[in-house]
């Protein structure tokens, strides 16, 4: 089973449910909030979010954008996004994020919560938030490090995806979902020139 066919069974949905969550992952999805409130700071931004799931990130900051557009081939997420929409400046689109079907320029794009970390076209992903978000350093990872596998392990434990295999690169299930962590070396050798940040103590957050 490949992780498209995981996250369509409802598994973002279940690990979104805090009391599926360890501590460290709680304070790891914590810092990522307080991270994009202190970039999206005004209401002048319009910001894109690549992998953006049930788009909880954009609802959280749709009173402070001029336009939030979140892409997420999981159509059923996207319905769900749909109802959190509180403003006409907030939209949702089903696509692959390496084939994004935008020409609009973004202030910032963004991809959140490792999913750049599940994704199986890295490179064509972050292609696209390059050409989205032209700006340099406009282009935000949210990304696990090593640290993050003790944590992870007991996170899918709890959502009944035991862990088949360990890795220096990658945790892979029972069911075939495969989320990769990195070190700092490794990003700067995926991004090129880069701006990495420690995330609680589990992450990266990526500015390329």
């Known amino acids: 089973m490949a992780n498209e066919e995981v996250y369509a069974g409802g ?3 279940r690990a979104l449910d805090p009391s599926t969550q360890p501590a460290e992952i709680k304070a790891y999805l914590q810092a990522e909030i307080d991270l994009l409130q202190a970039l999206v700071a005004g209401g002048d931004m319009a910001v894109l979010d690549l992998g953006c799931g049930t788009g909880r990130h954009l609802a959280m900051l749709q009173a402070r954008l001029k336009l939030g557009v979140g892409v997420d081939y999981e159509h059923s997420y996207l319905a769900a996004a749909a109802g959190q929409v509180r403003t006409q400046y907030l939209h949702f689109v089903t ?14 794009a963004i991809c959140m919560t490792n999913t750049w970390g599940t994704m199986s076209d890295k490179a064509g992903v972050l292609r696209e938030m390059r050409r989205l ?9 949210s990304v696990y490090s090593p640290a993050s596998v003790p944590a992870r392990r007991e996170w899918y434990r709890r959502l009944e995806q035991p862990v088949l295999e360990v890795t220096d690169e990658y945790i892979l299930t029972e069911a075939g979902f495969r989320s990769e962590h990195f070190s700092a070396d490794r990003l700067r050798a995926l991004t090129g020139d880069c701006e990495i940040r420690p995330l609680a103590d589990i992450g990266y957050a990526v500015f390329v």
């Open 133 to 141: 978000s032209p700006r340099p350093r406009s282009r935000l990872l």
């Open 95 to 108: 696509a692959d994020a390496t084939a994004v079907p935008l020409a609009f320029a973004f202030d910032l």
């Open 11 to 13: 598994l973002l949905n």
